[in-house]
């Protein structure tokens, strides 16, 4: 493939935390990303963070995107649960519509759709959750790209129930053999060194491949990279490495519908 021919979107996690809002650390991030995953009021978020983060990313011309959670504010949505799959399914429903009523108001429109946290783990090998996240968005809208993780079984699951699939890496965790990501609880999860963290999207961007942390490489072939903004230093992590994909002839793109 000739430089200039790779194209990825670079999305990142958003109006979670007021303080990141309120101090600049938001917008300061919108500069180095193409997408947003904004918090819908499930683990984090309510209409004020949804509005002014959706009037942020219009600024920045990014692409807008629904970050549901379990409902669960508490362990900002990262704590396992074991609800009815018809819950989750109401849940995905109110949170998306949420932010999609704050969003038509702002004259905007949500092209996609991310879950949270430890939905998006257990959703990942778990395919009945995976279809009830799939089935709540579906009440609201199929016109819509669902985010998963690239190679999981949940992308069949989303692409089974008739939507548009975008299959997602990450620049700032590390990896198991397996392609999953490494969990929280291990102290070396998180990618803090943006010279790393630059390093792993140019190799998911340029050969589809990440180094798990037992020193094999896994592929994943994707079509965004996210950059958590809660990571220490996410602004410093989220320009370098659009700085590294930039000189190696990467175009970023946004996530888009159509």
């Not at 942020?56 to 970050?67: N, R, S, T, V």
């Not at 549901?68 to 649960?81: I, K, S, T």
Request: with cysteine; hydrophobic share 45%; charged share 25%.
């Amino acid at each position: 493939m000739k430089r200039g021919d790779l194209e990825i979107d670079l999305n990142c996690d958003m109006g979670e935390m007021p303080e990141a809002i309120a101090d600049g650390t938001q917008e300061a991030l919108m500069r180095s990303i193409t997408s947003v995953n904004i918090a819908c009021g499930g683990h984090a978020g309510d209409e004020q963070t949804m509005k002014t983060t959706i009037e942020q990313a219009l600024q920045w011309k990014l692409a807008i995107g629904a970050h549901p959670g379990y409902p669960d504010r508490a362990n900002f949505g990262r704590l396992e649960l074991k609800l009815p799959l018809k819950e989750i399914s109401a849940s995905i429903f109110e949170q998306v519509k949420a932010l999609a009523d704050v969003a038509a108001g702002c004259g905007a429109r949500v092209v996609h759709v991310k879950p949270h946290g430890a939905l998006y783990n257990q959703a990942v090998r778990n395919r009945e959750l995976a279809g009830a996240i799939a089935e709540g968005v579906g009440r609201w809208s199929r016109d819509i790209v669902l985010v998963g993780l690239a190679g999981s079984p949940m992308l069949n699951v989303f692409r089974e129930a008739g939507f548009t699939v975008a299959a997602e890496a990450f620049a700032d965790r590390r990896y198991e053999a397996d392609g999953t990501l490494r969990s929280r609880k291990f102290t070396d999860a998180l990618i803090r060194n943006p010279e790393e963290a630059a390093w792993q999207a140019l190799g998911i961007a340029e050969r589809g491949v990440v180094i798990a942390s037992d020193g094999s490489q896994v592929t994943v072939e994707a079509q965004t990279i996210c950059i958590h903004g809660d990571t220490p230093g996410a602004p410093q992590i989220a320009a370098k490495v659009t700085q590294t994909l930039r000189e190696a002839g990467v175009i970023l793109g946004a996530l888009s519908r159509g």
